[in-house]
């Protein structure tokens, strides 16, 4: 005769052995039948796609700091120079070191006669706000560049004043950079020929340096065309009883300079 199968007994009932169940703890329920187990996940999802009770993932790298500091924008990154200013950063430095190098100025100790010192005396130069309408660079790395080429010309034997400026938009291609000394020592002519021989040792080659209008200042005056760090500049250079100077522009002919010369040069050099 079959036996029926077994049956687990209820808690708390005798098993079949006469030993006691103790009964389920409290708050505890045996499963539902059929609903023991969850089903395991599809083929190819493994176990690990799940966080582990009680954990969450991290939140998606957004960019942002810990919670709690200042969420801010990230600062603007640093204007870059462009590329004309760089392109006169090098031809002002340029520029300005072979005038230094060069030492633009050793004069012969000519000797003028009393009315030509007395004139000389009389003439100064002066750095003007703005230059043949062009305003004066305002670019700190400019006016650093140019800094030393003021103070060399001051150096000149019997200076009493000097100047070393640069003007112009940048953007423009439109730069007019001056280098002028005001001097009772040597003549006009010695003046002359000792600062062109001092651009020429310095490495600033001016082609074709012809006379030019020197305007109502008289003296000597003339232009020629140059070119540094492959930039084309237009140079003009002056001398008289009591002064010596230069203007170049850069990116310009001779012919461009030659139009503007004369004013530059009264916005520079004044007679009492």
Known sequence: MSQPPYQPPYPGEPGPEGGYQPPAAPGS????????????????QGQGSYPPPGSYPPPAD????????PQYGAPPPAKKKSSALKIVLIVVGVVAMLCIAGGVITFFAAKDKVEEVV??????????TTLGGREKATDAALQSSIDG???EMSRIPGSTGSVGAIYGDVQKQDIVMVAAASS?????QSRFDEFTQGLGQGGIKVDA??????????????????S????????CVWSDNGSVGMIAMMFKQRADLEKEFVTMRGEIEKKA
Do not use: F, N, R
């Not at 329920?29 to 089903?39: F, I, K």
């Not at 009772?184 to 006009?188: D, L």
């Open 29 to 44: 329920y045996p499963p539902p039948p059929g609903q023991g187990s969850y089903p395991p996940p599809p083929p190819g």
């Open 119 to 128: 004139d000389a005396a009389k003439i100064t130069v002066v750095e003007p």
């Open 62 to 69: 957004q960019g942002q700091g810990q919670y709690g500091a």
């Open 228 to 235: 540094t760090a492959g930039v084309p500049m237009a140079v």
């Open 209 to 226: 340096m012809t006379d030019t209008d020197p305007g109502p200042l008289g003296g000597i005056a003339k232009c020629g065309d140059s």
């Open 149 to 151: 080429l003021d103070g």
């Open 184 to 188: 009772i020592s040597g003549s006009a």
